[in-house]
T-cell receptor
Framework: NAGVTQTPKFQVLKTGQSMTLQCAQD?????MSWYRQDPGMGLRLIHY???????DQGEVPNGYNVSRSTTEDFPLRLLSAAPSQTSVYFC???????????FGQGTRLTVV | RKEVEQDPGPFNVPEGATVAFNCTYS??????FFWYRQDCRKEPKLLMS???SGNEDGRFTAQLNRASQYISLLIRDSKLSDSATYLC??????????FGQGTELSVKP
């Protein structure tokens, strides 16, 4: 079982560059979300989606864009990378019937 | 005020000790509650769900007090392998999970 597949695992960007973090799940989960994790801050919700075509902002959405064209995929776009976006990013999915989150392995992003 | 608050620790305990973690949440409409475990530089994984009646899974016991909006996790007979960060998680609306900042546990020989 693939579960939640998140790519890339590591990335270094220069300030101002853009990139897309990929997230795919094969469990037919309705709910998908993106978190960032910084030391001492826990996981903070960036954006989430309750189904294909529906997205909403979380706690820290600025500088990020998402779309949900299919149930399986939920990419996160950094529009113009800033050093403050240096973090570990996790994608997660869950089912409304059983709201237990399954996480991808994380992306360690450094913006220089 | 954060929606979900935990004591960040770290908790440094000897093997065999009993340790308790506490968590409070602010949204009285929260529906489901969980404890996740996160090992260093890895993704969080579900440890156990938390039910109003309290529930136990081996050495782990979780309690929920809805009136006080308080969740706890008790670990008995700590093992070295229990060293990790423990995350309190609240489901506010059908899948929107809010995480506490985590409590770090270090179990020493």
């Amino acid at each position: 079982n693939a579960g939640v597949t998140q790519t890339p695992k590591f990335q270094v960007l220069k300030t101002g560059q853009s990139m897309t973090l990929q997230c795919a799940q094969d469990m037919n989960h309705e709910y998908m979300s993106w978190y960032r994790q910084d030391p001492g801050m826990g996981l903070r919700l960036i954006h989430y989606s309750v189904g294909a075509g529906i997205t909403d902002q979380g706690e820290v959405p600025n500088g990020y864009n998402v779309s949900r064209s299919t149930t399986e995929d939920f990419p996160l776009r950094l529009l113009s990378a800033a050093p403050s976006q240096t973090s570990v990013y996790f994608c997660a999915s869950s089912s409304f019937g059983l709201p237990i989150a399954f996480f991808g392995q994380g992306t360690r992003l450094t913006v220089v | 005020r954060k929606e979900v608050e935990q004591d960040p620790g770290p908790f440094n305990v000897p093997e065999g000790a009993t340790v308790a973690f506490n968590c409070t949440y602010s949204n009285s409409a929260s529906q489901s509650f969980f404890w996740y475990r996160q090992d260093c530089r890895k993704e969080p994984k579900l440890l156990m769900s938390v039910y109003s009646s309290g529930n136990e899974d081996g050495r782990f016991t979780a309690q929920l007090n809805r009136a006080s909006q308080y969740i706890s996790l008790l670990i008995r007979d700590s093992k070295l392998s229990d060293s990790a960060t423990y995350l309190c998680v609240v489901d506010n609306q059908g899948g929107k999970l809010i995480f506490g900042q985590g409590t770090e546990l270090s179990v020493k020989p």
